[in-house]
């Protein structure tokens, strides 16, 4: 199962700066994902396992803006 938390920002560089020190005294390390796409819009913090697919993080990056298909 997979779980986390996602939080949009529009300057990722500045939050990730922000939830260092925030997380830090809770032992909250930033993760690398190694998909250098994903890690390019997104930051993570807490439990990470790619392989064995358990998810147990909170993540903040830049917001999605989905397509809208309008129809006429």
Not at 8 to 30: C, K, S
Request: with cysteine; net charge negative.
């Amino acid at each position: 199962m997979l779980r986390y938390v996602y939080f949009g920002t529009n300057n990722l560089e500045n939050a990730i700066t922000f939830y260092d020190a925030a997380l830090a005294p809770l032992d909250m390390q930033r993760c690398v994902t190694e998909d250098p796409e994903w890690d390019r819009v997104a930051a993570g913090w807490g439990v990470y396992e790619d392989a064995g697919a358990r998810e147990l993080r909170f993540w903040v990056g830049k917001t999605f803006r989905p397509k809208l298909h309008l129809r006429s």
